[in-house]
């Protein structure tokens, strides 16, 4: 089983005291110790900011040129905070703030959203969450509880913390950091591909009642993007044993799966960038879609699923991918790398 980091993140009175670890510049706090927007400007909350697609979206925001964002960029550990605070630049301490928060505890939530000014919140994005990658067998329930416990009831608590304020003033805007594996199932995935459709089916639900109140939720549905995911897979996949797992299944996970993921994220792989550009569109619309993918070349592969209302399609291309034609996807995907590749385009393109 390989845990990946990302893949690679009181009491209910009103506090006023700084939370604990909480690192602001004096100026962006209120008298009352509360973080404080300038007037006009939205007041975005991210959660899991410590690396990845959080942190590319909290430095987009915050160095938005018309100033529009006030970031609130949480992290469960902020002495994680200088790779944020290096990329954030002479935004941080301006548009962007600091608050520690865990989506796995009520406390922390509670904590962090009560030093938030007027608890006034017009954006939330939920963007933590944790992998888990590796055959059934192998993983405890235990560890199943934490991925549930982060990706799903991480992102419920965030929005029963924020929504009652948000319903009283008729107005905002919720961002979910879903997956393609909230739409459709991907094999050796199979409990994180379920923590996100737990979201989906909670998030589709909630989006109905939430327009009556005029509160949007849109979902962000990535394929693979290149994070700490990648490196800290690879590495945990050699130190792996897999126990109670056969050798027939470790060895479709690690000999028939593993390089065909690698393939898939080496021709199609984004980076936190495109997915932050893509959020910041969609916070930017006047009609925000609910579903948004992030990749037109991983939109075929979950249209499969669309197609067929019987599941059959999806299932079976999988399958066939996977055990009949592995070496065939081999190439295939070696040539959409080729095509995709920028060094190409500029051989083709440059006049030299
Ligand atoms: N990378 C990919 O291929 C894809 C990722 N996604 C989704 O994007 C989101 C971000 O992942 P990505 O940037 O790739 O991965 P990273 O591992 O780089 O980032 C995950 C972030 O979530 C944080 N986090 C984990 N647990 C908690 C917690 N309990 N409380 C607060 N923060 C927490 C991590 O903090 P810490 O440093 O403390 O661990 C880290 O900042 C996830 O929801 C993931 O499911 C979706 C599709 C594809
Ligand atoms: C499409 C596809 C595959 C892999 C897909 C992968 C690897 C997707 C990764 C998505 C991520 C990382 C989402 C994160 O939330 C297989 C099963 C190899 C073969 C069949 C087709």
Same mark, same amino acid.
């Given at each position: 089983?390989?845990?990946?980091?990302?893949?690679?993140?009181?009491?209910?009175?009103?506090?006023?005291?700084?939370?604990?670890? $909480?690192?602001?510049?004096?100026?962006?706090?209120?008298?009352?110790?509360?973080?404080?927007?300038?007037?006009?400007?939205?007041?975005?909350?991210?959660?899991?900011?410590?690396?990845?697609?959080?942190?590319?979206? $909290?430095?987009?925001?915050?160095?938005?040129?018309?100033?529009?964002?006030?970031?609130?960029?949480?992290?469960?550990?902020?002495?994680?905070?200088?790779?944020?605070?290096? $990329?954030?630049?002479?935004?941080?301490?301006?548009?962007?703030?600091?608050?520690?928060?865990?989506?796995?505890?009520?406390?922390?939530?509670?904590?962090?959203?009560?030093?938030?000014?007027?608890? =006034?919140?017009?954006?939330?994005?939920?963007?933590?969450?944790?992998?888990?990658?590796?055959?059934?067998?192998?993983?405890?329930?235990?560890?199943?509880?934490?991925?549930?416990?982060?990706?799903?009831? %991480?992102?419920?608590?965030?929005?029963?913390?924020?929504?009652?304020?948000?319903?009283?003033?008729?107005? %905002? =805007?919720?961002?979910?950091?879903?997956?393609?594996?909230?739409?459709?199932?991907?094999?050796?995935?199979?409990?994180?591909?379920?923590?996100?459709?737990?979201?989906?089916?909670?998030?589709?639900?909630?989006?109905?009642?939430?327009?009556?109140?005029?509160?949007?939720?849109?979902?962000?549905?990535?394929?693979?993007? =290149?994070?700490?995911?990648?490196?800290?897979?690879?590495?945990?996949v050699?130190?792996?044993?897999?126990?109670?797992?056969?050798a027939d299944t470790v060895r479709y996970f690690k000999d028939v799966y593993l390089p065909s993921s690698?393939?898939?994220?080496?021709?199609?792989?984004?980076?936190?960038?495109?997915?932050?550009?893509?959020?910041?569109?969609?916070?930017?619309?006047?009609?925000?879609?609910?579903?948004?993918?992030?990749?037109?070349?991983?939109?075929?592969?979950? $249209?499969?699923?669309?197609?067929?209302?019987?599941?059959?399609?999806?299932?079976?291309?999988?399958?066939?991918?996977l055990f009949?034609?592995g070496?065939?996807? =081999?190439?295939?995907?070696?040539?959409?790398?080729?095509?995709?590749?920028?060094?190409?385009?500029?051989?083709?393109?440059?006049?030299?």
């Open positions: 089983m390989i845990r990946f980091s990302f893949l690679k993140s009181g009491d209910r009175q009103r506090s006023q005291q700084r939370p604990s670890g $909480a690192e602001e510049p004096l100026q962006n706090r209120s008298l009352r110790g509360q973080i404080m927007a300038n007037s006009g400007q939205k007041v975005v909350l991210i959660t899991g900011c410590s690396s990845g697609i959080g942190l590319r979206i $909290a430095v987009t925001l915050a160095r938005d040129e018309k100033k529009r964002y006030h970031v609130i960029a949480t992290m469960r550990d902020l002495k994680k905070k200088d790779k944020l605070v290096e $990329a954030a630049g002479d935004a941080y301490g301006k548009t962007l703030m600091l608050l520690p928060l865990d989506v796995c505890s009520d406390e922390s939530v509670r904590q962090c959203i009560d030093n938030v000014k007027d608890r =006034h919140i017009d954006i939330l994005i939920n963007n933590a969450g944790v992998g888990l990658l590796g055959p059934l067998e192998s993983i405890s329930i235990e560890e199943m509880k934490r991925v549930f416990e982060t990706n799903f009831f %991480g992102v419920v608590r965030m929005i029963k913390e924020v929504m009652p304020d948000m319903k009283k003033r008729r107005s %905002g =805007h919720i961002v979910v950091m879903s997956s393609v594996m909230g739409l459709q199932g991907v094999v050796f995935n199979d409990v994180y591909t379920a923590s996100k459709f737990a979201m989906e089916g909670f998030c589709e639900s909630m989006a109905v009642q939430l327009m009556k109140f005029n509160i949007r939720l849109s979902m962000i549905e990535p394929g693979p993007v =290149h994070t700490e995911f990648e490196t800290k897979m690879m590495e945990d050699a130190k792996m044993e897999y126990p109670g797992a056969d690698i393939d898939i994220f080496e021709a199609m792989g984004q980076t936190p960038e495109d997915i932050a550009n893509c959020t910041k569109k969609v916070i930017e619309s006047n009609s925000p879609r609910f579903r948004n993918l992030t990749n037109s070349l991983y939109t075929p592969i979950v $249209a499969l699923k669309y197609a067929d209302e019987t599941g059959g399609l999806s299932v079976n291309t999988f399958y066939n991918l009949n034609f070496p065939l996807m =081999h190439i295939t995907m070696s040539i959409l790398k080729c095509l995709t590749c920028s060094c190409l385009r500029r051989r083709t393109i440059s006049p030299n």
